[in-house]
Structure formats: structure tokens, C-alpha cells
């Protein structure tokens, strides 16, 4: 890169905030998913005004520029595979505002979702999204990537509880899009055109958000099965009879062992599949929905089901669900983690493709996730040295991608595209939908300075 | 690949890269960048692996921002063994670039017992020469801005003792009818900074019937200078001490000192190669102790005297992480009457003293250290607990920059004061 750009970036931002060494470039290089591509240049500003200058130099010199959170995504969307500029946005951390009375919260593009989380809480509210990463993510990230999280069954995911936003737009011009009141329509919803566009047609920066009522009790059942399928028939069924728990996940018994070999919580080691599900609302709500979860499982085919009376016994159940992707690390390195989703009718077949596939492949695969709303995380866990079954990884994957479309479902359910599933966008939107993207990307963005190499530019 | 990074591979490619350790680490929480993470300088030294990256100065610099707190090891969902990996290249690192000239002589000057010891007794008589009383007789100020010894300006240091711990006590202290034959190993900074708390680990010890040794030919426990990536010193400090202990025929070998103790307990595993003074650092490693580690194993020796005080404590890293030793001060310290035990948040979170990171990292490590002084504060404790130096050193230096009541005591010191032998 031309050393007049990065000198220009320093006057803007302030040398201590620019980074074009080597050694902190590969640092940036890189999100959660396996492969590197290094920035030309990092730059860290800290407002808007400096941000709207950080893209005219990029628009005047033709540089990409791809802006970037905690990078803790896994399908690569903040990764600058063009290089050009990394634009880390983890300076703009304030919570404007927490309007308890209208129940809307202002927040930076920067602020960690967990803090906002706890934040939420304090003032009595709260905010659903929970994605895996919620510690160290970022809320400009969760609305990039569309995040999601165990909750979505019951809650929804990130889009559903963004009612505007602050955007700088390619040509540095500056534009709300939408607004705080919850029920506006005023003309389409522009918003939602961000949501889920990874940086590609703007920099958000700032974000209006819905808050919802604390649910005031929960409880949570786990459900055993010698039977894979059943478990699966069984999140079918109990969404097609109309309850819908909080949160409502599967693990297969590979997952299983892999838990409880890794925490020693006392998972039943022999079951082919478990349900761990939880509903939440009033005490007598839950008392009547917690049965009625119970006489699915049992339809369905259940041995047994454990409901956890205590808040440490709730505790250790959702500490094994978290704990998957440690222990799963423990048996292979390289964890290739898709989030493939189909609709919920379909979750019995999905499983069995799945394992077919796994087979086929010769490949280790565990299989957990969000099977309340359709959102399987078949993982492979492989070794990203081991070429040769790489390249069986990459064909396995493929295969899933196909299986999802074919049976109505999509290639993410809260991930997003990024690099990984750039070259399979088009099987999901066909040659129209895709083209319709290209060309709304053109108009927005004609010199396609932001984030190109994905979704329609990839 | 070259051989000499073969020994990373299977730390190098567990690293799944989620970024948890970006929730963990102080000096990320600090500066906000992402060379300061686990997982950004795992994937640096995946760098050096593939021949992308050579061992560059700039490397060494970013290798060394870091406190070696080990919150990552404890943080990181996939068990990479963090410590082991940024020390190792650390290693390399100074093989290659060689360290700054006032570590590197600092480091010498280590392996040269009687040397160092005459220059820290001549360091306690003329320390007035470069040094000014701080206000309210909270320690030292430099006269003079001396940043190549890692000094700055606000920073309060503690005075060198006038009389080393070692000098005021025998080498071995006898009771009348000893249970048990120990030897404590003192370290450097309780032999020259806080010799009043050795001295209270010795009258427990001697309270619970122990014959106490105190190896007068032991040296530095080499932890300065191997995190360093200073081997050679490192190794060479590692086999004096080991030699000297393995020859006592101790029962146990107290410390009290967590940098010490982990060095002693675990980290000479991974610098000694001989496989000899291997065979006898295993035999000696299991008998290292943290004292409240040695006096909970013991059992409270007698009836404790009332302490009237409202107390906070606060986890050295290394005795937390390094040596798993947690509870037991907690224990010992809400067994005493009349002491309002008052636990403190994020107690277990480095206090950013990080041994020679606060000489070369100042900035970021008082950043650190004042969320740990407003953690303490808020607690409303008079005094805090701990069982490391270093810790009371920096903490000490931050309470006084914030002119606080606040006052840091060893726990050794608070318990001896219930064993009323004071």
C-alpha cells in the first residue's frame, strides 16, 4: 500500500491508531473460521466523523475496506480477503441510552453484547439475542452477521429486535435508517437491508434496538432418547402442536460423550440423542408448558425426562451445552462448524442426510444445535494439516449446503456468508435473486469499496 | 517446517481462534488490540511456523506484552497451553535478537549470588542517592526519570531493607521438639523488600513444630530472567536451587512467594534439561507448599486471637493459576475472629504488576492495576490480603499514587498476628 495512504490515515485518526507492521497485520488477518488474509493496513478510529473520512480516502484512493468487531465469526465475514483497510470499530463502545419507558436501547456499533446483555438487565429489561460468542462479540458484528442464539426459538434472532440504525454509507455520507419508535413505516425498511449485509453496503455505527419484558421464571427439562430420530421428530412435533420453548437444542451421542467425557456432569453416555429445553414466562405459564413438552417427549418416544429443580441443576445442563465446543476440540483440532438450516418439519430428514453425508465422507461429525428453529450445527471435526481429508471436509460440506436447500432450508441460520459460503450463495438465491443483489450492490456501492469479495461480489 | 518449532504444532492448531481470551486478558481489556491476544500471537508464531514471519525484533516486542497471568490458559475453551507456548518463543526470540542490556546484565548479575547480595546491601545503604521519600512514608520516588531500568517517574518502589531477611534470622531455627523439617525458600523480594513477612512465615512455621531451614546458598528462583526468554540464566539459577533443596532432606518446602512457588512446583519442568536434575526437581516439586497451602494441611495450630479488621483478598496469578492455591488463605483469613472478610470482584484477575512487564508496559499495567484498586476499594476493606510480592509492590504503588487509607499486608502476616506472634 502507498505510504501517502497510510500517512493520510495516521493525520485522520492519529498515528497510535494506525498499524501497517507486518506482525500487527497478521493479527488482523483473520476471524474464527481457518483461513488467513492480511489487511493492508489496521485502523482504529474512534467516532463517526473520522469513520466518514476513513472511507472518502478509501473511495479516493480505490482501497477496499472492510470493517471489522471482535472478529469472532465463523464464516469469515470480517476477514479482508482483497485486503486493503482493516476498519475495527471496538473504539465506539458507549451505550448511549437505555429508555426503559419506551423499551428501546441506543447503543455504539462497538459495545460487547454481553455488557449490553448485563446492562439490559440492570435497568429490569431484556435482550434476547445470545449468540455462543456474546462474551467477546460485538452488537456492529451481531447485526452484520445476523447473529443468533440458543433463545431464537422462543425470542427470534438479531434482526428482529433492531429498529434502526446510524450508517455511513460508501460515499462517506451519513444516514439513519429507520428509527427508534418501534411500529414506524415510513416507506420500505431500509434497515433491514443492512442487517445481514457483512459491511457490504455500509458502515453501521449506530444501532436502535428493541427491548422486551424479563420473563419471570424458567425452567429446564432434559429429555433422553435411544433414538436419534425420535429426538428429532420430536422438535418437529412439539413446534407443529404449537409449544414453543425458549430455547429447544439436540446433541447427538458423540456430542454427548465428548460433554461429559470433557465435564463429567453426568450425561447419559448411552443415549443416541438428548433434548435440552427450556421454557420460560410466568411460574404458572411454565408449570403448564413444561407438562405439556413433557407429553411430546413421551409421544415421541423419550426413556426418560429430567426436569432440573434447582437453579445449580438448570446450571449444569446449560454448562454441558456450552461446553461442546471445547470437548469437541479435544478429540479433533479443526472444528468446520456449519449452521445449515431447514424448516422444522424437516429437522427427522435433515439428521439423517447429515449422518449419510458424515459416512459417506469417512468423516467425525458431531451433531448439536438449535433444533428448535430449524438450526442444526453439524461440526466436523478434522484436521486442517491433514490435506487429504480436507479436501473430503470441503466436499462433505457441499453436500450439506444441498441438503438444506433441497429441503427448503438455507445455507445459514445465524452465521452469515463471509468466504465460506460466498461460492454456495447462489444455489440458494438463484441466478435472478443474485443478480437483483449485484445490481443493488452497484447502486449502493459502485466502486465496491466495502468488504469486496462477498456475497454478490464474491 | 524447522525443527525448532515442531514442538508448537499441537498447541499451535488447537487454537479454534473464537476470541474467548479477548474476554480474558487484561492487557487486551487495556489497549485494545488484537497483538495483545492469545489468539492473535498463537497465530504469529503459526506465522514464524510456516517461514511467513521471521523472529523479529518487532515479534519480540509484541511476544513480551504479555503478563503471563495465565487467565488465558484457564479461559481458552480448547486447552492451549498459552504460557508454555509465549515462553517458549520468548526463548527463541532472545536467542535470536538478544534481550535489552539492563535485563541482560540484571540477569548475569542473578547468577552471581554473593555478588547480588552484596549489591543489594549496598543498594539499602546509598538508595537515598537516586531516590526520594514518597509522601506519608509510602516508599520511593526516583529523583530522576530512568526509564532503561524500567522506572517511571510516579512510580512508588518500596525501599531496600536495611537488613535482609537472611541476616536476621539463622540458617537453621530449631524448636524444642520438631514434627516436621522444612525448609523456606525465601525468594528475593521477601529477603530484600518484606522481610517482616518472612519473618511471620518463620514464626508459623515454628508455631506448627517445624524445624525451619533457610538454605543461605540459595538463589533467585531464575523467574525474571527465564520469562525473559533468558534460558541460560534461567536454567542455571533452576539447578542451584534444585540442588540445594534436593539435598536438605526437607519434608516440605515452604514458600512465600507465588512467583517462587510455581517456578519451583512447575515451571523448571520446562526448562531444566538435564535429565539428572530433572530426576530431582520431580522429587522436590512435590514438596512445595504456598504457606497457607502448608498451614491447612497442618490444621490451624492453635486458638486465634481476635483481629479486628474488615479484609479483602486478592489471588496472585501465580499462586491462583500457578500453584491452584485459592482457598486456603480465604479460609484461614474468615477463620480468624474479628475479621469482616469482604471478597472482593474479579479477585482472581492479574493486579498488572506482571513481574518485568510493569517496568517495560507502565502505562497499561497501572490501567490494570487501578480496576484491581477499585475492585479493593469498593469492598471497603481496610487491609488487603496477599501472598505475593510482586502484587503487593505494584498494588501498594497504586494506593499510594491514589493517596488511599488502604494498606496490603502478606496473609503470613495477618495469620501470625492471630497466632498472636507479633
Known amino acids: 500500500m502507498q505510504q501517502q495512504i497510510i500517512a493520510e490515515l495516521k493525520g485522520l485518526v ?39 473520512a476513513i472511507v472518502k480516502l478509501a473511495g479516493k484512493y480505490q482501497v477496499p475496506l472492510t470493517a471489522r468487531g471482535a472478529a469472532t465469526g465463523l464464516s469469515g465475514g470480517s476477514v479482508p480477503v482483497k485486503g486493503g483497510i482493516s476498519l475495527v470499530l471496538t473504539r465506539l463502545d458507549k451505550i448511549v441510552d437505555i429508555d426503559t419507558e419506551n423499551r428501546v436501547a441506543i447503543v455504539e456499533t462497538g459495545v460487547i453484547t454481553e455488557t449490553f446483555v448485563n446492562a439490559v438487565n440492570q435497568a429490569g429489561l431484556f435482550y434476547p439475542p445470545d449468540p455462543a ?10 447485526i452484520a452477521e445476523c447473529a443468533g442464539g440458543p433463545k431464537g426459538v422462543k425470542y427470534g434472532i438479531t434482526r428482529d429486535y433492531v429498529l434502526g440504525m446510524e450508517v455511513v454509507l460508501p460515499d462517506g455520507s451519513v444516514v439513519e435508517l429507520g428509527n427508534k419508535v418501534d411500529s414506524e413505516m415510513t416507506g420500505p425498511d431500509w434497515g433491514m437491508l443492512l442487517v445481514g449485509s457483512e459491511g457490504t453496503l455500509g458502515i453501521v455505527t449506530k444501532v436502535y434496538l428493541k427491548l422486551v419484558d424479563k420473563p419471570s421464571a424458567k425452567q429446564t427439562l432434559l429429555a433422553i432418547f435411544d433414538s436419534l430420530d425420535d429426538a428429532a421428530r420430536t422438535v418437529s412435533e412439539m413446534i407443529a402442536s404449537g409449544i414453543i420453548p425458549t430455547t429447544l437444542e439436540i446433541m447427538d451421542n458423540l456430542t454427548i460423550r465428548a460433554v461429559e467425557d470433557y465435564l463429567k456432569v453426568g450425561l447419559p453416555v448411552n443415549a443416541e440423542a438428548i433434548l435440552l429445553i427450556e421454557v420460560d414466562g410466568s411460574a404458572a405459564a411454565i408449570a403448564k408448558q413444561a407438562d405439556r413438552v413433557m407429553q411430546v417427549c413421551k409421544r415421541c418416544g423419550a426413556t426418560e425426562i429430567q426436569a432440573a429443580s434447582t437453579p445449580a441443576d438448570m446450571d449444569k445442563l446449560w454448562r454441558a451445552r456450552r461446553a461442546i465446543s471445547p470437548a469437541c476440540g479435544k478429540i479433533n483440532p479443526t472444528k468446520i462448524s ?33 433444533a428448535g428453529d430449524g438450526n442444526l450445527h453439524p461440526n466436523i471435526l478434522s484436521n486442517k494439516h491433514d490435506h487429504e481429508e480436507m479436501e473430503r471436509v470441503e466436499q462433505a460440506v457441499e453436500e450439506l449446503f444441498k441438503a438444506a436447500l433441497e429441503l427448503g432450508g438455507t445455507l445459514s441460520g445465524e452465521h452469515g456468508i463471509g468466504y465460506m459460503k460466498a461460492p454456495f450463495l447462489k444455489w440458494e438465491t438463484g ?28 | 517446517m524447522d525443527k525448532k518449532y515442531e514442538a508448537w504444532q ?51 516486542q509484541r511476544m513480551g506484552k504479555c503478563l503471563l497471568c495465565k487467565a488465558c490458559v484457564n479461559g481458552c475453551p480448547s486447552g492451549v497451553k498459552t504460557d508454555e507456548l509465549f515462553l517458549s518463543a520468548r526463548k527463541l526470540l532472545a536467542d535470536q535478537n538478544g534481550l535489552p542490556l539492563a535485563k541482560k546484565l540484571a540477569f548475569t548479575g542473578l547468577t552471581y549470588r554473593k555478588l547480588f547480595d552484596l549489591g543489594l546491601k549496598m543498594g539499602a545503604v546509598f538508595q537515598g542517592v537516586v531516590f526520594k521519600e514518597a509522601p506519608k512514608g509510602r516508599g520511593k520516588l526516583a529523583r530522576i526519570p530512568m526509564p532503561s531500568a524500567g522506572l517511571s517517574q510516579r512510580r512508588i518502589i518500596p525501599p531496600l531493607a536495611s537488613a535482609p531477611l537472611r541476616t536476621r534470622l539463622p540458617e537453621t531455627n530449631t524448636v524444642s521438639s520438631p514434627k516436621v523439617r522444612v525448609a523456606f525458600y525465601t525468594g528475593c523480594m521477601l529477603n530484600y523488600i518484606y522481610p517482616e513477612a518472612g519473618e511471620a512465615i518463620v514464626k508459623i512455621l515454628k508455631a506448627h513444630d517445624a524445624e525451619v531451614v533457610i538454605p543461605a546458598k540459595q538463589s533467585c528462583c531464575g523467574t525474571p530472567a527465564f520469562t525473559s526468554g533468558d534460558y541460560q540464566v534461567g536454567r542455571y539459577l533452576a539447578e542451584e536451587n534444585i540442588k540445594i533443596l534436593a539435598d536438605g532432606d526437607y519434608d516440605d518446602i515452604v514458600t512465600g512467594c507465588a512467583s517462587c512457588g510455581a517456578a519451583l512446583k512447575h515451571e523448571y519442568g520446562n526448562i531444566i534439561e538435564d535429565p539428572k536434575v530433572k530426576q530431582l526437581w520431580e522429587k522436590i516439586s512435590k514438596k512445595v507448599k504456598d504457606i497457607t497451602e502448608f498451614i491447612v494441611e497442618q490444621g490451624i495450630k492453635q486458638e486465634l486471637r481476635e483481629v479486628k479488621a474488615k479484609i479483602t483478598y486478592h489471588d496472585p496469578c501465580h499462586l491462583v493459576r500457578g500453584m491452584g492455591v485459592s482457598q486456603q488463605p480465604r479460609q484461614l483469613l474468615q477463620a480468624i475472629p474479628g475479621v469482616e472478610y469482604a471478597e472482593m470482584k474479579d479477585a482472581a484477575k492479574c493486579c498488572g504488576a506482571g513481574g518485568t512487564f510493569s517496568m517495560a508496559h507502565y502505562e497499561i499495567s497501572r490501567t490494570i492495576n487501578d480496576w484491581k484498586l477499585d475492585n479493593a476499594e469498593k469492598t471497603g476493606a481496610a487491609i488487603l490480603a496477599t501472598g505475593c510480592s510482586a502484587c503487593r509492590m505494584h498494588i501498594t504503588d497504586g494506593l499510594g499514587q491514589r493517596s488511599s487509607n488502604m494498606k496490603v499486608l502478606h496473609t503470613a502476616e495477618i495469620i501470625a498476628k492471630a497466632y498472636g506472634l507479633n
Open chain 1, 14 to 52: 492519529g498515528a497510535q491508531y494506525v498499524m501497517d507492521q507486518l506482525e500487527d497485520r497478521i493479527c488482523y488477518s483473520f476471524d474464527a473460521t481457518f483461513r488467513d488474509f492480511l489487511p493492508d493496513v489496521v485502523v482504529k478510529p474512534g467516532n463517526v466523523e473520522e469513520i466518514v
Open chain 1, 133 to 142: 460468542s456474546a462474551k467477546t462479540s460485538t452488537i456492529g458484528g451481531n
Open chain 1, 338 to 370: 456449519e449452521d445449515a438450516t431447514v424448516p422444522r418439519s424437516q429437522i427427522p430428514v435433515m439428521v439423517r442426510r447429515l449422518r449419510e453425508i458424515a459416512q459417506k465422507y469417512n468423516l467425525k461429525m458431531v451433531i448439536f444445535g438449535h
Open chain 1, 431 to 458: 441466478e435472478t435473486g443474485f443478480a437483483v443483489g449485484k445490481q443493488l450492490k452497484q447502486v449502493v456501492d459502485p466502486q465496491e469499496l466495502l468488504n469486496p469479495g462477498k456475497l454478490f461480489t464474491a
Open chain 2, 10 to 60: 499441537n498447541q499451535l492448531v488447537k487454537c479454534i481462534r473464537c476470541g474467548t481470551c479477548r474476554s480474558v486478558c487484561p492487557v487486551f481489556q487495556a489497549a485494545d488490540n488484537e497483538n495483545t491476544t492469545a489468539r492473535g500471537k498463537v497465530r504469529l508464531l503459526e506465522a514464524v511456523s510456516e517461514g511467513k514471519l521471521p523472529l523479529t525484533p518487532e515479534l519480540q
